[in-house]
C-alpha cells in the first residue's frame, strides 16, 4: 500500500526491475529451446554464470557504493542481460534462430497454435502475479512496522529451501512425459517402448516422488528452522516468522504433487486447464486473504496459501483422472470415437 514503509523501496526497485522485461523474455525462450531438445546442461551452466554474477555485484553496488535496493534492482538487471545475451548467442551458433528470420512476422498457420497456448499459459502467469501481489499487499497491511514483511521474507526462504527442488521436478515432467507418450521402435532389437500407458505408469511414478520427496524436503525445513531464523537478530521477527516457516515447512508435502501435476499439464499440451485450475485457486486465496490475515496475521497469509495450493492439488486430481488426455475417461472416450459400426 501506499502508506506502507516498503512503499519507498518497492518503487524504484520495479521501475529498475521493468528494464530487464525484455532480456527475461528472451532467457524463458532460450532455456525453454534447449529444454526441448533435452539439453538442460546448457541453461543450468547461464543460470550458475546469471547469478553468480548477480550474487557479486548485489554487496558491491547496495553497500559499495550505497545504492540500496536500486542497486539490487540494477545488479539483477545485469545478470538477465549477461543471461539473455548467452541465450541469443547460443541460439544463433546452434541454428535455432537466424538474424534474417527474428524480425519476420511468422505466417498465421504456424502462429496459431502458439497464440492459442501462449494465452492460456499467460492466464496461468496472470493468475500467480495477481497471488504473488496480493500475498505481498496483504502482508504488508499487516504491520507499519515491517516485522511482518521481515518475517515473511524468512519464510519464504523456509519455503525456498525445498521448493527449489520441487519446482525443478516440474520441468522434468514437462520433458518426459510428452516424449514418453511417442511409441518409439528400437532400430536394432525392434522392442516397442512409449505410448499412452507408458506414459501414465511414469506420471504415477512421479507423483509418487513428488510426494516423497516433498514430505522429505518438509521435515529438513523443520529441521532447519533453528539456523534459517539466524539471519535475522530481532527476536519480534523470529516469533513472528516461527509459524508461517512450520505452515511453509508442511506446504512441500502439498507442493511436490501440484508441482509435478502442473508438468504433466504442460506436457501433455493442457495449457487452457492449467490456467483455469490456477485462476480459481487465485480466487480461492484471494477470499481467504481478505479473511484471515485480519484474524491471524502473518500466519493466516501463510494459511492462505494452503488455500492456494490445496485447490492447485485438486486441479490436478481433476486432470489426471478426469478431463486430463492420460485420464482412463478421456483414453476410453477416445477409443470408442475411433470405433466405426460396422
Not at 504488508?140 to 523456509?158: E, Y
Not at 495449457?271 to 490475515?293: D, E, R
Request: net charge positive.
Amino acid at each position: 500500500p501506499p502508506g506502507s514503509a516498503a512503499h519507498a523501496f518497492a518503487k524504484p526497485y520495479l521501475l529498475i526491475r521493468a528494464l530487464s522485461f525484455l532480456p527475461s523474455l528472451i532467457t524463458v525462450i532460450g532455456y525453454s529451446a534447449f529444454r526441448g531438445t533435452l539439453d538442460t546442461v546448457t541453461p543450468l551452466k547461464i543460470a550458475l554464470c546469471a547469478n553468480l554474477l548477480n550474487a557479486i555485484l548485489d554487496p558491491i553496488l547496495i553497500f559499495r557504493f550505497n545504492m540500496g535496493v536500486q542497486g539490487a534492482a540494477i545488479a539483477t538487471v545485469i545478470a538477465e542481460v549477461l543471461s539473455a545475451g548467452s541465450f541469443l548467442a547460443l541460439l544463433l551458433k546452434s541454428k535455432m534462430i537466424r538474424w534474417s528470420k527474428i524480425f519476420r512476422l511468422p505466417s498465421w498457420s504456424k502462429l496459431q497454435p502458439l497464440l492459442r497456448g501462449g494465452a492460456a499459459l499467460q492466464l496461468r502467469n496472470l493468475a500467480m502475479n495477481f497471488t504473488f501481489l496480493a500475498v505481498a499487499r496483504a502482508t504488508q497491511s499487516i504491520d507499519s512496522t515491517g516485522v511482518a514483511a521481515a518475517a515473511h521474507s524468512i519464510a519464504i526462504q523456509v519455503f525456498q529451501v525445498g521448493g527449489i527442488v520441487l519446482l525443478a521436478l516440474s520441468t522434468v515432467a514437462q520433458t518426459l512425459i510428452p516424449n514418453e507418450m511417442i511409441v518409439k521402435t528400437d532400430p536394432v532389437t525392434g522392442l516397442v517402448s512409449g505410448g499412452i500407458e507408458s506414459a501414465r505408469g511414469t506420471v504415477r511414478r512421479l507423483m509418487s516422488w513428488g510426494f516423497l520427496l516433498g514430505t522429505f524436503l518438509g521435515g529438513l525445513q523443520i529441521a532447519l528452522l533453528p539456523v534459517i531464523h539466524r539471519f535475522s537478530p530481532l527476536v519480534e521477527v523470529q516469533k513472528a516468522a516461527l509459524m508461517p516457516s512450520y505452515i511453509a515447512s508442511v506446504l512441500q508435502i502439498i507442493n511436490g504433487m501440484v508441482f509435478i501435476g502442473e508438468g504433466v499439464m504442460v506436457g501433455t499440451g493442457s495449457f487452457l486447464q492449467l490456467g483455469i485450475y490456477t485462476s480459481v485457486a487465485t480466487v480461492g486465496i484471494t477470499m481467504a486473504l481478505a479473511v484471515l490475515p485480519a484474524r491471524f496475521g502473518l500466519t493466516g497469509v501463510w494459511l492462505s496459501f494452503g488455500v492456494f495450493n490445496v485447490l492447485r492439488l485438486l486441479g490436478v486430481v481433476l486432470h489426471q483422472t478426469k478431463l486430463g488426455p492420460l485420464s482412463k475417461r478421456m483414453i476410453l472416450k477416445k477409443q470408442e470415437a475411433q470405433i466405426t459400426p460396422s
